[in-house]
């Protein structure tokens, strides 16, 4: 069988679309099931991805890497391919094309709040996910609470909407001397993710905990914006607290390897993967209290509930100096890691695939 997968999401800076898809294309490379296939990747430029170009073909098609790409440029070279199904793991695909697709959507954030997105850009996402949720003959989700959002707000029917809980990237941590009380942040800046919410707390903590710093990693997509910045320069953090727009996933190893807390404020979410990133690297993580925060950390996060400021300073405060709370935290994460693994998330995805043509 020929599968056909959109890769724009491995190109330049990769995030989270991006790394679920390489994660899965790296499970494949390496699986007897899948060798049965061959795969056939898009993208508007090189690929950054190390895989078997025998098994994977690689088709660069010249242009940008939205929706004019996708929808215009995309279905004209998958007309000549004799593709069997078409896979694309960032919410979207083509809908000017006849063969079966497989659609992933991680959440429904332009549905559910179209207020955190511009006009034009919420009715975009909005119209193209409806369109094609509505054509596909399968939609992947990461969440069981994506997938009832996805049942509920895209009218798909329950049988054609997947839960696949996907692998944790194990990044090389650097392990750093000493108990500095750092704390970090990453995954890119969204309004919903309260990241001043988390400025302001380190601020009020620093007051009697000098020592404390924070690391916010991920690049800025407030809308309205935030002028993050200025908060910190306000709040007297100059010098304590470190916006890296992007890092290296060594630096980023480097970055976990030397916190003692991670803060990850965010009222919705598909599913929240650095919390988790953070577990595994063994730091614990502090989190508003949403359904599919529970769902995801289980027992290994601290809560708070959402807008509690006051309850984000106690929380981070618990993490970075309560060695009892740490290790309670910390001892829950192996079961709570156990849901996330890359073999099987390669596998039940590759099933579905198979199942769509």
């Not at 004209?76 to 695909?93: E, G, I, Q």
């Not at 989190?287 to 400021?309: I, K, Q």
Request: charged share 25%; hydrophobic share 45%; with cysteine.
């Amino acid at each position: 069988m020929r599968i056909g997968v959109d890769a724009r999401e491995i190109t330049g800076r990769v995030t989270g679309v991006g790394r679920f898809l390489g994660g899965l294309l790296r499970e494949w490379s390496g699986s007897s099931v899948a060798s049965r296939h061959e795969f056939v990747l898009y993208s508007p430029r090189p690929l950054e991805l190390a895989i078997d170009a025998r098994r994977f073909r690689t088709r660069e098609i010249a242009g940008g890497t939205g929706t004019w790409w996708e929808q215009v440029q995309l279905p004209k070279a998958l007309a000549n391919d004799c593709l069997d199904v078409f896979f694309s793991p960032a919410y979207t695909a083509p809908l000017r094309v006849t063969i079966p697709t497989v659609v992933a959507i991680y959440d429904l954030s332009y549905v559910a709040h179209p207020e955190w997105f511009r006009l034009r850009e919420g009715i975009r996402r909005r119209w193209l996910t409806d369109r094609t949720a509505a054509r596909a003959r399968a939609v992947i989700t990461l969440s069981e609470f994506s997938r009832g959002e996805i049942i509920e707000r895209l009218g798909v029917p329950e049988h054609l909407v997947h839960r696949v809980e996907p692998g944790i990237d194990r990044l090389r941590v650097t392990r750093h001397h000493g108990t500095e009380p750092r704390v970090l942040y990453v995954g890119s800046l969204f309004n919903r993710r309260h990241v001043p919410h988390l400025v302001r707390a380190v601020a009020a903590l620093a007051r009697s905990r000098t020592a404390t710093t924070l690391d916010i990693v991920g690049d800025d997509r407030t809308f309205p914006h935030e002028d993050l910045e200025g908060l910190i320069a306000r709040l007297g953090l100059a010098g304590r607290a470190r916006w890296h727009r992007f890092v290296t996933d060594d630096m980023l190893g480097s970055l976990y390897g030397g916190a003692r807390a991670f803060g990850f404020l965010s009222e919705y979410e598909g599913l929240g993967m650095t919390p988790l990133e953070a577990l595994a690297a063994g730091v614990p993580p502090v989190v508003y209290d949403t359904p599919v925060a529970r769902e995801s950390c289980g027992e290994a996060a601290l809560y708070v509930p959402v807008g509690d400021e006051v309850g984000v300073v106690r929380a981070l405060e618990r993490a970075l100096f309560d060695e009892t709370i740490r290790a309670a935290v910390l001892a829950a994460a192996p079961a709570t890691l156990a849901k996330y693994d890359w073999t099987r998330a390669a596998r039940e995805t590759l099933a579905i695939i198979e199942q769509a043509v």
